[in-house]
């Protein structure tokens, strides 16, 4: 099999050639039909994060290289394990990624994805980006009926994700709008969510006029540029005093800023994004304004299979997905860099 593989961290991929692997036990071989380009495989693919002020954090240990990156798995079954059942050869299925050790009290509860051992397919085990990826247990693999293909493999990541985060807010009235800050491939996936999960339309909120733009015709009530002054007095005297909740697609330190200062009294933000930075906010200003700051990490098995119900029921509208061959990998995450990717990317073998 080929994949596009990392052989040193921070340069560009390499084409490696190995040899196609034979199922064992529970495990199911896919031909790889799809792979989402996430941005966590930017940071992966560097071989750090940015934690600021000059520090990163190494994510360089525990795996070796050559590595396949690639969460955001789609293909065909075209091999079983001897102990397999409820799939078969031609099934068209995408993988759940988020896979633990199995045998923790995290993974018992049914929160694989927040094991300590974890097991995840593109992060410690090799990946899709690749004509062929292993997965270890027909449980993980869903069918995905009824949801055009490549856009199918970006639920798996970017759809799970902004699905998992909204799902934090708890109960919205529907007074009130919440707000999405972040419009790129996850944060237009978190806007359409929003206007199925809740009752009014959500509010958008990104630095790219374009994104803003796209974000209206997806059904934002509204759109707001931090690069306007008046941009956070603004939404709040829309909002009469904040929104009861904002999530961070973006994970930087003025984007987090920014949805602290557009929050209720009461209100809360999730931070989803990882782009990096420092953050920091004086003590008494937490039990005086009683907000909520956490953060939110993809979605467990049991949130996957409620998200791509809700898919495939036809609530959810479609983002932009545009497909490149296997061998536009490196450039694929060079451009997410950029930030000049609208919507999302998938890699077709």
């Not at 959500?202 to 941009?231: F, I, R, T």
């Not at 909740?245 to 929050?263: C, N, P, R, W, Y």
Request: proline share 6%; with cysteine; aromatic share 6%.
């Amino acid at each position: 099999m080929k994949s596009e593989a990392i052989v040193e961290y921070g340069a560009p991929l390499q084409t490696v050639e190995s040899e196609l692997p034979t199922p064992e036990g529970s495990q199911v071989l896919l031909k790889v039909t799809h792979c989402g380009v996430c941005h966590s495989d930017v940071h992966l693919h560097d071989g750090h994060f940015d934690l600021g002020g000059g520090n990163k954090l190494d994510v360089s240990k525990g795996r070796k290289l050559p590595f396949t990156l690639g969460h955001e798995i789609e293909g065909e079954v075209v091999a079983v394990g001897p102990d397999v059942s409820g799939v078969a050869v031609g099934d068209q299925r995408v993988a759940f990624p988020w896979i633990g050790c199995g045998d923790c009290p995290t993974c018992n509860r049914g929160e694989e994805h927040l094991c300590n051992r974890p097991q995840n397919l593109g992060i410690q085990v090799a990946g899709g980006y690749s004509t062929h990826a292993m997965v270890p247990n027909p449980k993980y693999l869903l069918d995905y009926t009824g949801v055009p293909e490549g856009l199918a493999a970006t639920y798996m990541c970017s759809g799970l994700t902004a699905y998992s985060a909204l799902k934090k807010f708890g109960d919205i009235s529907s007074e009130e709008r919440v707000a999405v800050v972040g419009l790129g491939g996850v944060g237009m996936m978190g806007l359409q969510f929003a206007k199925t999960m809740f009752e009014a339309a959500p509010l958008g909120v990104d630095v790219d006029e374009n994104k803003l733009q796209a974000a209206m015709g997806a059904g934002a009530h509204a759109v707001y540029n931090p690069k306007d002054e008046e941009a956070i007095k603004k939404l709040l005297a829309d909002t009469d005093g904040g929104v009861p909740a904002a999530v961070d697609f973006v994970g930087s330190e003025a984007s987090l800023k920014f949805a602290t200062s557009i929050v209720r009294k009461g209100g809360r933000v999730v931070v989803v994004g990882m782009f990096g930075g420092g953050f920091s906010m004086p003590i008494p200003m937490f039990p005086m304004r009683a907000i909520t700051i956490g953060g939110s990490y993809v979605g467990s098995l049991d949130e996957t299979k409620e998200m791509m119900a809700l898919v495939q029921s036809g609530k959810i509208d479609p983002i932009p997905v545009e497909a490149r061959p296997l061998d536009q990998a490196t450039k694929s995450l060079d451009d997410l860099r950029n930030g000049s990717i609208m919507g999302r990317v998938v890699l077709k073998p």
